[in-house]
């Protein structure tokens, strides 16, 4: 069975930061890209960090460019999401995805995912 777990989502000040974790389980972690995706009450959901397991290739929205980091621990099967200087507009539901292949920049411009976690929610006050 595939999953996807997200954690790590919460409440924060403007300015601060928080590190997500989607732990996947069921394929072959190596051969999909995983991205994070986020969407706000009244908006679509939005790519915001992708990356190919194998090849370590990263995309980022403009929108979180030199503030959010993604990585993978293989070993762990597991993407993290560390988000720095957050603000109130990346208040959202948080959802991680998993893609067969490494076409990192179409899924995540394109809101594309073989599998889909539950998701976590984050909250930025100002």
């Known amino acids: 069975e595939v999953q996807l777990v997200e954690s790590g989502g919460g409440l924060v000040q403007a300015g601060g930061s928080l590190r997500l974790s989607c732990v996947a389980s069921?394929?072959?972690?190596?051969?999909?890209?995983i991205g994070w995706f986020r969407q706000a009450p009244g908006k679509e959901r939005e790519g915001v960090s992708c990356?190919?397991?194998?090849?370590?290739?990263?995309y980022y929205a403009d929108s979180v460019k030199g503030r959010f980091t993604i990585s993978s621990d293989n070993a762990k099967n597991t993407v993290y999401l560390q988000m720095n200087s957050l603000k109130p507009d990346d208040t959202a539901d948080y959802y991680c995805?998993?893609?067969?292949?490494?076409?990192?920049?179409?899924?995540?411009?394109?809101?594309?995912?073989?599998?889909w976690g539950q998701g976590t929610q984050v909250t930025v006050s100002s």
């Open positions: 990356i190919s397991i194998y090849e370590g290739d990263t």
């Open positions: 995805a998993a893609l067969n292949g490494f076409i990192v920049q179409a899924m995540c411009v394109e809101v594309i995912g073989d599998y």
């Open positions: 069921g394929f072959t972690f190596d051969a999909y890209a």
